[in-house]
């Protein structure tokens, strides 16, 4: 390394030797001449160079824009996309209401395709009978809409035991003293304040709810294992200060019970 070193310098001081020595030589005008051409070379250098620099930012800007254009283009079509998805979702949901509100007004639920699909799902391997249809029911949707009785037997078996007990002890005297022969159905009317009562369409259980005081009732019909299908029957005192939801046929998600109620006695607490 040392060795190299020596003779890096010795180069050095060999180069410096030898330009000091043609400077010498040189004259006073040669020197001018060949100063003033090295720095018109230069000039031109650094304006080639500017140049070069001015394209490279146009380019740069030219491609920060068509970057952006492309980023807007993909959020435009992501907002398409979703709003599309939303309208997609909303006539499946629109048809399915239709659907079902038809059949329920036209006394037949079972001939909606998610009906028959959650019945074959989900009812028990039983005999069932015939038997007419809820007198209150028929009123506000048709006197042709059949509904069905469940065996003594299978009764038994899903009816808790507090309400079990209160089926088999109780006269039919008592029953018409005592109308809510469930201790659950007792305590949903408590906790919401409004009156249930269900009426069973083949295997579609329909729920009819009432508000006494406020004239307002509505009907949930059971669809599939997570929906439930709104109707109202009659806004009652709550035609003007009602949501626009309260007045439409709508279906909602059975995670969704709790703030459909709570909404509902919200407008109701109004008053």
Known sequence: MEALSDKLLEMCANLKKKNTSQLDSLSSDDYDTKLKNYHQAMEKLVESLKKDIDQLHDKLLSNVDQYTKCENLLAEEKEKTRKLSAEVEFLKGNQKVQNVNENIHNG?????????????????????????????FAQDVSPNVESFTIPNDYQLQVVPDCCKRQRTTSTSNDEEDHPHNCTFHTLLESLVGMKFSVDAHEDVPVISVIHESMGYSFKLVWLESDDWFYHVISLGMLNRDAHEWMKEDIVFSSATCPVFFQRILRVIGCY
């Open 108 to 136: 037949n639920p079972l001939s909606n395709p998610i009906f028959e699909e959650y019945t074959q799902a989900n009812t028990p391997s039983i005999s069932v009978q015939k038997a007419p249809v809820n007198t209150s």
